[in-house]
């Protein structure tokens, strides 16, 4: 549940204590270990929303979307930088985007896509530390009044039913 309120500066305060789980996973320093790394050691890939292995790269469903279907692709090493990944990791990269792409389309028919990268803390990078591109969904209409007016975003469908429909799709799209 989100609470919002506005501050005594004017500010309008979003609260999001679901963050905690992970600020409490810093140490001393300000330092967390990566998600991007830590996920795939796990070998759980339901849990963890793993959506497709490649052999540099993998597919993780976005716990925070923008849309239904939103899908990071992130190289299995840990970089911050597109140009300090050899060629057939940017290759893959691209490829898995491409996979992603078609996944999506094959059930959720979306009338268009947002693929992207936030390199950098100052360009938006939420884990700034860890290369990753966004695959993002869209329809038309998808910004309505309620993100527009309300300040509030609806998400259709939960993580583990999307997460579900997305691997049905990529092992149909995988055996062709």
């Given at each position: 549940m989100t609470d919002k309120t506005n501050g005594s500066d004017g500010f309008e305060r979003l609260w999001a204590p679901w963050r905690m789980k992970y600020i409490d996973g810093?140490?001393?320093?300000?330092n967390a270990e990566c998600i991007f790394c830590e996920k795939p050691r796990e070998d759980e890939d339901e849990k963890n929303f793993i959506v497709y292995?490649?052999?540099?790269?993998?597919?993780?469903?976005?716990?925070?979307?923008?849309?239904?279907?939103?899908?990071?692709?992130?190289?299995?090493?840990?970089t911050s930088g597109l140009e300090s990944l050899d060629s057939e990791t940017r290759l893959e990269l691209m490829d898995l985007s491409a996979l992603a792409v078609k996944a999506v389309k094959s059930f959720m028919r979306p009338d268009g896509f947002n693929l992207g990268m936030n390199i950098g803390r100052?360009?938006?990078a939420g884990i700034a530390d860890h290369l990753h591109l966004h695959v993002v969904p869209r329809w038309n209409g998808d910004t309505n009044f309620m993100p527009v007016i309300g300040f509030t975003k609806v998400i259709s469908e939960g993580l583990v039913d999307n997460y579900r429909r997305l691997r049905e799709a990529m092992e149909k799209i995988m055996m062709k």
């Open positions: 810093m140490d001393v320093s300000g292995r490649g052999t540099s790269c993998y597919m993780i469903l976005n716990v925070f979307p923008y849309n239904n279907g939103h899908l990071l692709v992130v190289p299995f090493c840990h100052s360009a938006g």
